[in-house]
């Protein structure tokens, strides 16, 4: 587990743009854990206030759907890295680290955790069911990762993936 114990998790992307809502999903589900030292945080994109969250973060965990993927899911560790520019829409894991970094003199442990995204051209509230079946493969593989960093007590009883991604869907909650 990280020095401080705990664990910050943001999940963003537009549920109205269907498979772009992975990430808010996937931030629901563990939400829903109620997972002690892990603190949610979902929104539209990363935006330049999340650096301030960090502060109180041992490790981040950037949750993201991804349009090309080798399988349903990947988890990468990220580095700090300046950005040309800051835009609204175009802030990269990595840029948010570097101005936790510069700003606040905050290092983190991160990790990037991408899921397979198939639709994304339309505006409608729901998951194809390509990403929804990826989706339960996707939440097994994230329970095994907590439980190895030690967020997950092995003798809980509520780990099981959701019944299908479009029960997190309806409680998706954007702040950014």
């Avoid at 664990?7 to 743009?17: A, E, F």
């Avoid at 808010?24 to 603190?39: R, T």
């Avoid at 899921?115 to 409608?124: A, K, L, N, S, V």
């Avoid at 390509?130 to 439980?147: H, I, M, W, Y």
Wanted: some cysteine; hydrophobic content about 40%.
């Amino acid at each position: 587990m990280s020095e401080d114990g705990s664990l910050l998790v943001l999940g963003y992307g537009n549920p109205g743009r269907q498979d772009d809502g992975l990430g808010p999903a996937c931030a629901n589900y563990i939400e829903a854990l109620e997972l002690k030292n892990v603190d949610v945080h979902i929104g539209y994109q990363l935006a330049v206030e999340d650096a301030l969250l960090m502060q109180q973060a041992g490790r981040v965990l950037f949750v993201d759907a991804a349009l090309e993927l080798p399988g349903p899911y990947q988890l990468s560790p990220v580095r700090a890295a300046p950005q040309a520019s800051f835009g609204t829409h175009t802030l990269s894991p990595g840029a948010l680290l570097y101005l936790a970094e510069s700003i606040f003199d905050v290092h983190v442990e991160a990790y990037v955790f991408a899921i397979r995204g198939y639709e994304f051209d339309r505006f409608e509230e729901r998951l194809s069911a390509q990403a929804r079946e990826g989706f339960k493969t996707s939440c097994d593989f994230l329970l095994q990762q907590l439980s190895h960093w030690g967020y997950i007590d092995s003798g809980r009883g509520r780990t099981a993936p959701p019944r299908d991604a479009q029960d997190n869907r309806q409680k998706t909650r954007c702040t950014n």
